[in-house]
């Protein structure tokens, strides 16, 4: 994969306030990453945010007297071609489309969220067909690229990925890297000494095992209900008795699902007083770019910590050095089921630990999986496949059994009412399901 120069490394979606985190890395790895050129591309309306951010990231490499070319452009191609990483971190409709998601489903009763439910599908089905194009930039022009999607829902579209596209692709969430890094801090180990077990899906996994230099502290974590969150899902605190029988830690946000009304009523409540999580991740955002601007700054504030997405970069950067390097270490991805959940299609995508090998993730089997969860993965899956076809398709039909069967949506009549507002709010950027002949 190396040539004689380092290696070529393209973010799409580079105007992102996380971009700094990810420079950050690159930097701090370069020993075992020897980053050449790094390209970060958006879209016409993103550039002023890409100059912003892009500065930053030069100021940057500036400080550490790398060897690393920073490029930005709205040239995707010119970005993909010859690269060894692709890493994919947009939103298509940007914040906008987000607020969207999460308040249409509130007025029918139902939880609006950015990756979860009905606001998900929707993500998904403004997202798949975007990055299905990606993908054919990157079959063409860079074959033997990895592309690491951090794009939500990132089990969606990594699927959606292994479906319809030849890309070598891994998809990667910041919650497992979360866990482990909780859980370090707790007993005062180094995270390499904790041995986690996840089991399930990008935002519906479970954790089975909590090892910590081989001691199982699975009992102690889950008598912690309170410790467990994230800074975008609201914190009602789980059931003790509850989490005991299900001998399992629930990814946060299970919550959706195992404590719907109380966090439907939290939403409702937050929506009343005007307060939505795109408003709030619109505001925090202003800010960190108002920090980028400052010419002076070189290094990535500290309030860049504050967001959800806090490691994800650095589960990125990760997965790359062990790629590169083919370190075969365990980190928990997003990859193809093949036969580990055997209750699921080969080429589901799962989220497990995986050894990272030169060739790439190979998924460990399980060792323990909550037979209460198995319902509720399996549910999930089927509306996930729908879904997909759906955005690949615009076919409604496929859209309308996609929606009502999420376990989130109540009854097919709001499930069809939801899915129409939610369509022709999303117009813009659905045109498989608008053009002239479309499925319907």
């Avoid at 999607?149 to 969606?156: C, K, L, Y």
């Avoid at 479906?163 to 370090?184: H, R």
Wanted: net charge negative; with cysteine; proline share 6%.
């Amino acid at each position: 994969m190396e040539t004689k120069q380092g290696l070529k490394i393209a973010v799409i979606g580079g105007g992102s306030s996380y971009t700094p985190e990810l420079v950050e890395g690159f930097i701090l790895h370069y020993n075992e990453l020897p980053v050449r050129e790094l390209w970060l591309v958006d879209i016409e309306p993103g550039l002023r945010k890409l100059n912003i951010v892009g500065n930053l990231a030069k100021r940057m490499v500036e400080k550490s007297g790398l060897p690393i070319e920073v490029h930005l452009t709205t040239n995707r191609r010119e970005a993909i071609a010859g690269a060894d990483f692709v890493s994919t971190q947009m939103r298509v409709g940007m914040l906008a489309a987000r607020g969207r998601d999460e308040s249409i489903p509130l007025k029918y009763g139902v939880i609006g969220q950015e990756t979860t439910g009905p606001g998900g599908m929707m993500k998904a089905l403004r997202t798949i067909p975007v990055l299905l194009d990606v993908c054919k930039d990157i079959e063409e022009l860079a074959p033997n690229a990895w592309l690491l999607n951090f794009t939500n829902p990132a089990g969606m579209v990594t699927e959606a990925i292994i479906k319809y596209s030849n890309v070598k692709s891994i998809g990667l969430c910041n919650a497992p890297i979360g866990l482990i890094k909780q859980a370090s801090a707790k007993y005062g180990v180094a995270p390499d000494r904790v041995y986690a077990e996840f089991v399930g899906l990008n935002h519906l996994h479970w954790i089975t095992r909590i090892d910590v230099e081989g001691e199982d502290k699975l009992d102690e974590m889950l008598a912690d209900t309170a410790g467990y969150s994230a800074k975008n899902v609201p914190a009602c605190e789980w059931n003790p008795e509850f989490l005991q029988s299900l001998r399992a830690l629930p990814s946060y946000y299970l919550k959706y699902f195992y404590m719907t009304d109380e966090m439907l009523k939290e939403q409702l409540a937050s929506h009343e007083k005007g307060i939505n999580r795109a408003e709030v991740v619109k505001k925090v955002e202003e800010e960190l770019f108002e920090l980028y601007s400052d010419v002076d700054l070189q290094d990535k504030p500290k309030q860049l910590e504050q967001r959800g997405g806090a490691f994800y970069s650095e589960a990125a950067v990760n997965l790359m050095r062990s790629l590169y390097n083919g370190t075969n270490d365990i980190q928990t991805l997003n990859v193809a089921n093949n036969g580990i959940l055997d209750f699921l299609p080969d080429n589901a995508s799962i989220e497990v630990n995986c050894v990272v090998t030169k060739n790439g993730p190979l998924p460990l089997p399980l060792t323990k999986i909550p037979p209460s969860a198995v319902g509720l993965i399996h549910a999930v899956k089927t509306y996930e496949q729908l879904a997909i076809d759906a955005a690949v398709t615009g076919d409604r039909g496929l859209a309308i059994q996609a929606m009502a069967h999420h376990p989130l949506v109540p009854s097919v009549g709001i499930a069809i009412k939801m899915l129409d507002e939610m369509l022709e709010a999303n117009k813009e950027y659905l045109p498989r399901f608008f053009a002239p002949n479309s499925v319907s």
